[in-house]
């Protein structure tokens, strides 16, 4: 004779955290052991036994560690599908563990100041480097030409022309004394020579620049 077993029409339905529990002392599995094994920490797989979805990391982990689990229990996929689609439709967009991306309020908050200090140490650095251009370029020397006399000339007269190119706004010294410059730049100044060998030093400088100093040995015999 065939007896039947009485089923309560009321009877819970078991849970996707049940069957995972079931199926790991089944196989008389510590979570110790299945750490060990699988890689999830004990406080994950204890949330998953335990029906407590909070207690997962967010973002896909928990799906993740679902299917993990289970596949390790050597459960039915397809059932572990369907109880992972069924705990889809129980949460809402506010509260879906399985969503991509998951930013508590708290990070939402802090990204906004991350990207204000990104901007304002960037805008403090350019500032930096534009001051350290200007001043590189205010105490630079002006730049100076000398056309002629060419180094080390020897002639046979007793004057020398020293012609030379520079910057605006540059003072010119020829041994000392102010050269005049027109206005493109451009000076000349005559210089008495005595025999024998003569040092002529040329300097450019302006306000607040180094000085760019040239020199030329003359021989006048």
């Not at 056309?147 to 000392?176: A, C, H, L």
């Not at 027109?182 to 100044?189: G, H, T």
């Amino acid at each position: 004779m065939v007896t039947f077993k009485k089923k309560s029409l009321f009877e819970k339905p078991i849970t996707l955290g049940e069957k995972l529990k079931n199926a790991r002392e089944k196989e008389h599995l510590s979570l110790e052991r299945v750490v060990k094994n699988i890689g999830i920490k004990k406080k994950y797989l204890k949330s998953l036994e335990d029906n407590n979805l909070k207690g997962l990391p967010g973002g896909l982990y928990a799906k993740k560690f679902i299917k993990q689990y289970s596949k390790y229990l050597n459960l039915d996929q397809d059932e572990i599908d369907k109880h992972i689609e069924k705990l889809l439709n129980h949460t809402d967009s506010h509260n879906n563990y399985f969503s991509h991306k998951k930013l508590s309020k708290k990070r939402f908050l802090v990204f906004p100041k991350i990207v204000r200090t990104i901007l304002i140490i960037t805008v403090v650095l350019a500032c930096l480097l534009y001051l350290g251009f200007y001043f590189n370029n205010l105490i630079s020397p002006p730049q100076l030409k000398i056309i002629s006399p060419q180094p080390n000339q020897i002639i046979n007269k007793g004057f020398v022309d020293i012609k030379g190119e520079t910057d605006p706004e540059t003072e010119v010294y020829i041994n000392g004394s102010t050269v005049l410059i027109d206005d493109n730049s451009y000076f000349e100044k005559k210089i008495n020579l005595k025999k024998g060998l003569n040092k002529i030093i040329i300097e450019a400088k302006q306000r607040y620049s180094r000085t760019n100093t040239k020199t030329r040995q003359i021989k006048f015999e």
